[in-house]
């Protein structure tokens, strides 16, 4: 019988994060990649901040990005979020299917602002926020459709890198 992360490494459906390891590196985590499809066809990702509330990824660029004129042509999108550069251990990943709305409304930036900038710069958020906002700005809300693909090496013999579970 094959044992994942010992002598089997290629069905790693019990690897997978559970709802609460996901939860927990969507709230820990800042950043994602944005993955899109450019207008030639090909696919294409930027890296992003985000904010996760109101069950929804909340980002932010300049109106004229490759990637927010994708949003707005085709609103199916994914955003692929890993645990690198956090305290939390292992290797973990999540990629979600989402639904992209692009706002430009003063409505939506005047509360998005505020709580984004408190998320990414808490010594000085309303510095950031000034600098947010800008003529050219929008928000990008991304509804989470699916999760398509997820993983937690914690789960796994030797954190995945072989060996006996601790």
């Known amino acids: 019988?094959?044992?994942?992360?010992?002598?089997?490494?290629?069905?790693?459906?019990?690897?997978?994060?559970?709802?609460?390891?996901?939860?927990?590196?969507?709230?820990?985590?800042?950043?994602?990649?944005?993955?899109?499809?450019?207008?030639?066809?090909?696919?294409a990702g930027v890296v992003m901040s985000y904010l996760f509330t109101r069950d929804r990824f909340w980002l932010t660029a300049a109106a004229g990005r490759a990637h927010v004129r994708a949003a707005v042509r085709d609103p199916r999108v994914s955003l692929v979020i890993s645990n690198a550069g956090t305290s939390l251990p292992g290797r973990r990943m999540v990629s979600i299917r989402g639904?992209?709305?692009?706002?430009?409304?003063?409505?939506?930036?005047?509360?998005?602002?505020?709580?984004?900038?408190?998320?990414?710069?808490?010594?000085?958020?309303?510095a950031f926020a000034r600098l947010l906002d800008s003529p050219e700005r929008v928000v990008l809300e991304v509804e989470p459709v699916r999760i398509a693909?997820?993983?937690d090496s914690t789960k796994m013999p030797g954190d995945g890198r072989g060996g006996q579970l601790r």
């Open 99 to 126: 639904k992209a709305t692009v706002h430009d409304e003063a409505s939506v930036r005047t509360w998005f602002y505020p709580k984004f900038s408190r998320h990414l710069a808490p010594g000085d958020p309303d």
């Open 1 to 43: 019988m094959s044992r994942v992360g010992i002598d089997d490494n290629e069905n790693l459906s019990s690897v997978r994060a559970s709802m609460e390891g996901r939860s927990e590196l969507i709230a820990t985590q800042t950043e994602c990649t944005f993955a899109f499809t450019t207008e030639a066809g090909w696919p």
């Open 149 to 151: 693909v997820s993983h």
